[in-house]
């Protein structure tokens, strides 16, 4: 239905234009005939380079000049070859003959140009030069290779389907990527010969290949000992075109997919364990429980002790050297050696975090906590309170040598050391004052005495003028505690009383601090016009 606001005479404007660019495209076409081999020649190499190979057909299409030429221009190597020089000229080799398609020089030259505009986003997969090449032009090596290096072999698997079942095609293909193994038929996945060429470069497409090859010991053997996390290609670092064509998942350890009989072999196992200590557990429950194989482990990854045999979790030896590679390997030794305190000291010294796996008995041990409280202030400042004394017993709770040492170091992050103390200590006057001149903030969980304690308000302020938050209303409305507040930082005039607020001096203090601060000043203060004067007179500096 032709609406009210239909534009007549844009619509005869374009019926008009399109007759034109019709009529143009017939002598265009009339004239590129016309020419001579040299006349064409010089034609595409003197045009614009995209000129050159493409004719306008008055359609809204440009068509490759090889669609309009006679077959003797369209079988001529040295007219290909120019256009093919031109850009987006390797869309004309779908309509050069087949003679020229099968050669190689031709399709290699067609494939590069197409790289190259491919890569700047200007060219679709599906118009890839391959597409039309002959299937003995795709026999060559040196053409599979280019394939293969430039995420284009899924073009050769999509439109020519019988070339995943040749044996030489494939061999290249992985040779140049293992990961198109993916593509190989059935039968080529059993083919050992290919097999070892994959896991020889990616032990991890163990997976890939066919589940016959699973209980192959040689190839397993080889897979395990180029299984490493440097041959892991996670989807993210795949090609565009690679990750959404390649149907690899995120690869598993070779003997996640190792046969039943060779998750039993024990040369296999220590390999396998050697390489990568998690896959005990892949093993067979009597390799689980066996102390040589169960050692190996844990001496490569501590937490596979998770796998063990539940009496290898109690053996000392073994847990010893899992807590030695990685301490939280604490949580899956027995509740035996959890409270061992040789155990425990190797893994609270290591981590500090391993604490919360230890005994209940050992929770009570002040040696033990003090070397956890030690290695958190080493490693991570400001965590000793929340790794140890938080998981402490009451008795390490209630230690107020140890929760003092617990602090150290938390002015560097938010400190959270007495949140949860007990109300004794957080009332000690000799701990909050320690604390507070690390960290101001720790004010906010003092005792409401110490927070109207005059002298340890003080020390807060000066470590941070932001304390003064935390304070009784009393000292809030103390001027000479506000003044060191302000000028330690301006904005904390918001958390002054109301009469310091409207204090001239203290204003002035604040607003020379931090400008900002103007916000906190009274109304009364705002409206004085002499003293806004003199407030806009530190904006400028």
């Known amino acids: 239905m032709v609406t009210d606001d239909y534009d007549y005479e844009e619509a005869e404007f374009i019926r008009e234009q399109a007759e034109v660019d019709r009529l143009n495209y017939k002598e265009a076409k009339a004239y590129i005939k016309s020419l001579g081999k040299e006349s064409l020649l010089k034609e595409i190499r003197e045009t614009d380079t995209y000129e050159g190979a493409f ?16 077959d003797d221009f369209t079988s ?14 390797w869309q004309n080799y779908a309509y050069a003959s087949e003679a020229l398609r099968s050669e190689k020089y031709i399709l290699l030259k067609a494939i590069q140009k197409f790289i190259l505009d491919h890569r700047e986003g200007d060219a679709e997969e599906h118009s890839c030069p391959i597409v039309d090449a002959t299937i003995e032009a795709l026999h060559d090596v040196d053409i599979i290779k280019v394939a293969a290096k430039n995420n284009l072999f899924y073009v050769i698997k999509t439109f020519w389907s019988e070339l995943m079942s040749d044996r030489g095609v494939i061999l290249t293909a ?9 593509y190989a038929s059935d039968s080529l996945k059993m083919d050992r010969v290919i097999a070892f060429e994959v896991v020889e470069q990616n032990g991890m497409l163990f997976c890939e290949l066919h589940k016959n090859l699973r209980d192959d010991k040689d190839i397993l053997l080889v897979a395990i000992a180029n299984s490493s996390e440097s041959n ?16 690899i998942d995120l690869p598993t350890h070779p003997m996640a997919d190792a046969s039943a009989r060779l998750a039993s072999d024990k040369e296999v196992a220590l390999a396998a364990v050697k390489s990568s200590g998690h896959t005990l557990k892949y093993l067979s429950k009597e390799l689980q429980g066996d102390k040589d194989i169960v050692l190996a482990a844990v001496n490569c990854y501590g937490l596979a002790l998770e796998y063990a045999d539940k009496k290898l979790q109690g053996d000392k030896d073994i847990v010893l050297a899992a807590v030695n590679n990685i301490a939280n390997s604490l949580e899956f030794a027995s509740s035996e050696l959890k409270n061992d305190r ?15 796996f230890i005994g209940d008995i050992l929770k ?65 006057p000799k701990i909050v004052a320690q604390v507070v001149e690390q960290s101001g903030y720790v004010l906010e969980y003092a005792s409401d005495e110490l927070r109207n304690d005059r002298e340890i308000v003080n020390i807060a302020i000066n470590q941070s003028g932001y304390a003064l938050r935390y304070a009784s209303d009393e000292l809030r409305n103390d001027p000479l505690l506000v003044e060191t ?27 020379d601090n931090d400008f900002n601060a103007l916000e906190f000043v009274s109304s009364t203060l705002k409206q004085d016009k002499k003293f806004m004067r003199e407030a806009e007179l530190f904006r400028l500096d």
């Open 76 to 89: 001529d190597r040295e007219i290909l070859i120019a256009i093919l020089d031109t850009r987006f000229g």
């Open 342 to 356: 040789d155990v425990a000291l190797i893994a609270v010294s290591k981590d500090s975090w391993s604490f919360r």
């Open 232 to 247: 892991i290609r996670l989807q993210g670092d795949l090609a565009p075109n690679d990750a959404r064509k390649l149907s």
């Open 364 to 428: 009570n041990d002040k040696g033990v906590a003090e070397v956890a409280i030690s290695t958190a202030n080493r490693n991570a400042p400001g965590f000793a309170y929340i790794t140890v004394i938080c998981l402490a017993s009451k008795e390490i709770q209630e230690n107020k040598e140890l929760v003092l040492k617990s602090a150290e170091g938390q002015s560097r992050i938010p400190n959270y050391a007495f949140r949860f103390s007990s109300l004794e200590i957080r009332s000690n």
């Open 485 to 511: 507040a302000v000028c330690k930082d301006g904005k904390a005039l918001e958390f002054a009383s109301d009469k310091l607020r409207a204090n001239r001096k203290i204003a002035i203090q604040a607003i």
């Open 174 to 182: 992985v040779k140049e990527d293992p990961h198109l193994i993916v």
């Open 55 to 70: 004719w306008h057909d008055g359609f809204g299409q440009d068509n490759p000049v090889f669609k309009i030429l006679s």
